[in-house]
């Protein structure tokens, strides 16, 4: 699956990340239900994996 054209600069990536990062920290402190938790820490990760650590996003793209 191709990436999206909107989130191929690094500082877009890592203000969606840090919007996620946001909603872990505030269902930590005033969540009430465990599965919020749960659900923010999911995606947060897959963000991290899918935005970061893949490979998706290099900066030149023929050298996929």
Avoid: N
Wanted: with cysteine.
């Amino acid at each position: 699956m191709k990436h999206h054209p909107w989130l191929v600069p690094l500082h877009r990536r890592l203000a969606v990340l840090f919007v996620c990062v946001c909603w872990v920290v505030f269902e930590v402190i005033v969540g009430q239900e465990e599965i919020w938790l749960w659900f923010a820490l999911g995606i947060t990760a897959y963000g991290a994996w899918d935005f970061l650590l893949s490979g998706k996003y290099r900066a030149d793209p023929k050298a996929e």
